[in-house]
C-alpha cells in the first residue's frame, strides 16, 4: 500500500516535476514553472505536508512570492495551504481516526502520518471554515480542542 506521501508524488508525477534537493535557509519546498524542489532529509510526515503545499501552489498560484511582506503572495500563500488542508485533511478523515482511538491532534498527526503543525492549522482553517463546532454524519466535532463525540440523536448533516 502506498504512502500518502507516495500516492501524492504519483498522482503529480504527469502534471510537476518533483525532486528533492538541499534547499537555503529555512526553505522546505519551492513551486516554479511546473518544478517542485522539496527539502532533502524531511521525514515522510513533512515531506507529505511540504508536497501538498506545493501542489497547492502549482494549482492555485501565479508569479513569483518569495516577498512575503507583499499583500497578493501572503495571499497565494493562504490560498495554497488551504487547498494542501482540503487535500490531505477531511473532516471523514478525522471521524475514521476517532473510531480507532485517536483522541488527541498529536494522536491523528501520527494517524495520519502528517505534522503536528499542520494538524493543528488544518484545524483552524477549518474552525474559521465551520465555526468551533460541527455536527457531520451523527458525529459533534469541536475543533479547538479537539473533541469528537459520537451524537446520540441521529443529526445526520
Request: glycine share 6%.
Amino acid at each position: 500500500m502506498l504512502s500518502e506521501f507516495e500516492r501524492l508524488h504519483s498522482e503529480a508525477q504527469d502534471e510537476v516535476d518533483i525532486s528533492e534537493k538541499p534547499l537555503v535557509g529555512n526553505l522546505k519546498g519551492l513551486y516554479c514553472d511546473g518544478h517542485i524542489r522539496l527539502k532533502k532529509d524531511m521525514s515522510q510526515s513533512e515531506k507529505t505536508c511540504v508536497l501538498a503545499e506545493e501542489l497547492g501552489h502549482h494549482h492555485t498560484s501565479y508569479g513569483v512570492m518569495l516577498n512575503q511582506q507583499d499583500i497578493v503572495s501572503k495571499k497565494q500563500e493562504v490560498r495554497a495551504r488551504r487547498w494542501a488542508y482540503d487535500l490531505l485533511l477531511r473532516i471523514d478523515d478525522i471521524i475514521v481516526a476517532y473510531e480507532a482511538g485517536v483522541s488527541s491532534r498529536a494522536e491523528l498527526a501520527e494517524y495520519l502520518n502528517l505534522t503536528e503543525e499542520f494538524i493543528a492549522d488544518a484545524l483552524t482553517y477549518f474552525k474559521t471554515v465551520n465555526g468551533l463546532h460541527l455536527s457531520y454524519k451523527g458525529y459533534s466535532i469541536t475543533f479547538e480542542p479537539l473533541l469528537i463525540c459520537k451524537s446520540l440523536t441521529n443529526d445526520n448533516t
